[in-house]
């Protein structure tokens, strides 16, 4: 039986609800506990109100719950904000005395009196966790621990005062607080990483052998640039700020044509004026690989919110017609492993890759395990060696694959021209039509002919369910959630991570015996919807669109398919 | 290395007088002086009829989109260190819709060189003011004549800290090969601001016109000076200065990162990254 529970700390944006978050976060899983994490936070640097959502559970949490059973408030707003998503039988805590708030049905803890007999308002957040410590029912040491090492980088005073707030805390807690509904009964620890999903993204790039990144910063890709950096220095990687996408997307192209895996990130708005490099990259066949980290839209949109909207733009970015390939992970696994495989086919096929995740996939923090050893990095370029005895070299040799065997700059002994005008084998600007027809033949059908026998299956569940679900992307743990908790229902699911080439052979296969399809999008236009019935014919009989900025959770999505049964059976 | 050592089998498609013509041989003679051989000089280019330049010499060629050569060549240059990499581009290319590539890689200050055909129109778009073009001058689509300020590239350049800023003038092949050699030679970005006719489309800016305004430098001219190369910069309209018009040694991008104390970057092994430690601090 799963039991588990949601806390959520909200507060004002700069009270640092990330920080205490994150180490409340190791602490779970550190005892053993499943967590799902989701920060939602508003465009802004202080003020307004963000919650950080930790969802703790005995059996693996993929994604959010609607109701809140603890919220740790840490400004009188969020207790008005957030009590009507209190759940039966939860708690708000909060300084009364401090917010001047008459409301009876709200454990009261002095946060502010606490704190500021440490020195600062600042250890607030110490306080909180030594609170929620005391609710769970985990050791205080654990926490001292954890405490030691998120503030590693301060004085030791700092840490001092931070552990004593927080043991204040949890005393005060132990001894107001006499329920037990959210003890935890800890399990087995194992050894398990904690991260989101750009985490997962920066690692699997770290692992690929990206060699150079480059972006301009964009929410919410930003944090990719900041993994990548932080290892830096151990991985030898060079990392640059752009002047703009225009210049990320073109210096990554340059760095990949002298012979480095690349990479650069952004999102729907950076990506906008990344096209023309992604044509490049087409027609010049130099590999490249683009997250697409996407944002509510069009324009500036919802910057810190979450949407998959962009699949018919990333689908069609760039001008005419060249092979590509889109990965659309849904779990942070899923976005480790297929960042390098983004790597291999793009270095392969010597295309753009893109991966499509959103601000949902790219914030939210789960506990994983990862087996970086499980891929095999293998070149496809003609090795140092093998370049010795290159002496006439044609960069787009015609070849029955469409895959010209690449030379890298300097390594062999003749010279590579690269051209983004339509071009002869060696390179040189042409205007014959007969060499046209075989550059398109080469670069759009034979790439793409080779990419399908390589297309990432659908994950599917239950799959000779009645009705099956339809998904890519972010929504993997909401439809996995919905379909584990519906048991009354024959309800099963097909989640895409690559939607191009279109995994159209396996899709049919499952679709074909369900007797009901539901698209499950964060969009309003039913973009995968429309993508399934040109390439398969099958159309979705419902959709369940959500673009309000906010990500599903399962709740949400059972209450929809109540009604969706609902409606069919009245 | 020889001429013949660089010889394309590609042949210029450029009208017959055109100013190119000039910056090619001047960039052939300074190719062949550095003795580096074809395959280890990567030549890149936007769009636009300099940008073609790279298919008419034997060395690695890059020719990517309009306006963008340079984060293609500075990129290039990170990747692989050892690569001698040189821009040919032109004022539409270079100063127009590549100008923010401009400002930021003079900041970014990366090991290149880049060769401006400035001819002050555009010409492969068939005769549109360029972002130099004479204020007056009536074209097609300025019928009043053009009334914006043109930019001035070398004072331009100058102010923004450019390491090194070069005018020179494509009928005097010598001296611009000169030019660019130095300007190869220096470590860190530098810019050759190239005088270059435009014999079907620039009626104004003629052979004769810049042969009667340009002079060269005196030898005594001291190009470290900023507030004199500033004054040099800003002569234009009676007397055009050729010459290194200001010169000052800065660190490159390639010192502060440190990359020249490691392999080039192509030549890490990536097949074996084990990125355990990277992953302990997830745990």
């Known amino acids: ?570 | 290395m020889e001429q013949k050592d660089f010889l394309s089998s590609d042949s210029p498609t450029w009208c017959p007088g055109c100013g190119n013509f000039g910056v090619l041989t001047a960039l052939k003679k300074a190719i062949v002086n550095i003795n580096k051989e074809p395959k280890d000089i990567l030549l890149v280019s936007g769009i636009g009829q300099a940008a073609k330049l790279p298919h008419y010499i034997k060395c690695n060629c890059f020719n990517g989109l309009h306006g963008r050569a340079l984060p293609v060549a500075v990129a290039a240059k990170i990747a692989n260190h050892k690569l001698t990499v040189i821009v040919t581009t032109g004022d539409g290319d270079c100063y127009g819709e590549g100008g923010n590539h401009l400002l930021h890689n003079i900041r970014r200050n990366v090991d290149i060189t880049v060769i401006v055909h400035n001819n002050q129109i555009y010409g492969l778009t068939k005769g549109q003011a360029s972002p130099t073009t004479d204020i007056g001058y009536v074209t097609q689509f300025q019928p009043q004549g053009v009334f914006e300020e043109p930019l001035h590239p070398v004072s331009m350049a100058i102010s923004l800290g450019c390491g090194f800023v070069a005018r020179g003038y494509s009928a005097d092949t010598k001296h611009l090969s000169w030019l660019i050699g130095e300007a190869i030679r220096y470590k860190g970005f530098s810019l050759v601001d190239v005088l270059q006719p435009c014999v079907v489309f620039n009626k104004k800016n003629t052979y004769q016109w810049y042969s009667e305004k340009a002079y060269k430098l005196e030898p005594s001219y001291d190009s470290s000076d900023k507030v004199l190369a500033l004054q040099k910069a800003d002569e234009w309209d009676n007397k055009i200065p050729l010459g290194i018009i200001y010169k000052k040694q800065k660190q490159t991008f390639e010192e502060k990162t440190g990359l020249y104390n490691l392999p080039p970057l192509i030549e890490q092994d990536i097949e074996n990254i084990d990125i355990t430690i990277a992953l302990e601090e997830f745990k």
Not at chain 1, 127 to 153: R, Y
Not at chain 1, 315 to 329: M, Q
Not at chain 1, 366 to 386: A, F, Q, Y
């Open chain 1, 1 to 570: 039986m799963r039991k588990e529970f949601t806390i959520t700390i909200t507060g004002e944006a700069g009270q640092g609800m990330q920080t205490i978050g994150m180490v409340l976060c190791g602490l779970f899983k550190n005892t053993g506990c499943h967590i799902f994490a989701n920060q939602d936070y508003m465009s802004r640097i202080r003020g307004g109100n963000n919650f950080f959502q930790i969802r703790i559970s005995n059996t693996p949490a993929y994604t959010l719950r609607q109701k809140f059973d603890i919220v740790v408030a840490l400004d009188k707003n969020s207790v008005e904000i957030h009590k009507h998503k209190l759940a039966k039988n939860g708690i708000i805590i909060a300084d009364k005395k401090q917010f001047k708030i008459l409301q009876d049905d709200i454990f009261d803890v002095p946060f502010y009196d606490i704190a500021k007999k440490y020195g600062s308002e600042i250890f607030i957040n110490s306080v909180a966790c030594g609170v929620v410590l005391s609710i769970t029912g985990i050791d205080f040491k654990i926490l001292e621990d954890s405490l030691k090492q998120a503030f590693s980088d301060k004085t030791t005073q700092i840490i001092e005062n931070n552990i004593a707030s927080a043991k204040q805390g949890y005393d005060f807690t132990t001894q107001e607080y006499k329920q037990d509904t959210y003890k935890i009964v800890c399990c087995r620890p194992t050894k398990k990483f904690l991260m989101n999903g750009n985490d997962a993204i920066a690692l699997g790039a770290i692992k690929a052998g990206c060699k150079f990144y480059t972006a301009y910063p964009m929410t919410p890709s930003t944090s990719i640039m900041n993994v990548i950096a932080h290892f830096a220095k151990n991985y030898n990687i060079v990392i640059e700020q752009a002047e703009d996408e225009i210049a990320a997307i073109n210096m990554a192209i340059g760095a990949s044509f002298a012979g480095v895996r690349s990479m650069s990130g952004t999102s729907g708005g950076g990506l906008a004026l990344m096209v023309e490099g992604v044509s490049l990259s087409g027609m010049t066949e130099t590999p490249v690989v683009i997250v697409d980290a996407q944002r509510p839209a069009p324009a500036t949109g919802f910057p810190t919110r979450t949407e998959q909207a962009d699949l018919n733009f990333v689908l069609h970015s760039g001008h005419g017609e060249f092979a590509r390939a889109i990965f659309t992970p849904g779990t942070i696994e899923q976005a480790f492993y297929l960042t390098i495989k983004a790597f291999d086919i793009a270095e392969k096929y010597q295309i753009p890759v893109f991966i499509m995740t959103d601000q949902h996939l790219a914030d939210s923090y789960r506990d994983v395990i990862l087996d970086p050893n499980s891929m095999i990095t293998k070149r496809h370029i003609i090795g140092k060696d093998e370049s010795e005895g290159v002496n006439s070299y044609k960069r787009y040799t015609l070849t029955e694959n469409g895959i010209s065997p690449r030379a890298i700059p300097s390594w062999i002994k003749g010279v590579i021209y690269v051209d983004s005008d339509e071009h002869t084998e060696e390179g040189h600007i042409t205007e014959d039509a007969e060499i046209r027809n075989r550059m398109v033949e080469k670069r759009f059908y034979k790439k793409m002919k080779g990419l399908m026998q390589e297309v990432q299956s659908p994950e599917t569940y239950n799959e000779d369910a009645e009705i099956i679900l339809v998904g890519f992307g972010s929504t993997y743990g909401v439809l996995k959630e919905a379909c584990e908790n519906f048991k009354e229902k024959s309800l099963g699911f097909l989640h895409l991570s690559q939607v191009w080439p279109f995994p159209s052979s396996g899709v049919i296969s499952v679709l074909m015996k369900a007797k009901t399809i539901v698209n499950v999008e964060n969009n309003a236009g039913s973009q995968l919807g429309n993508l399934l019935f040109s390439q398969t014919g099958i159309k979705p009989d419902a959709s369940i669109l959500k673009f309000d900025g906010r990500p599903f959770d399962v709740d949400y999505l059972m209450e929809k398919l109540e009604k969706l049964w609902s409606k069919k059976t009245s």
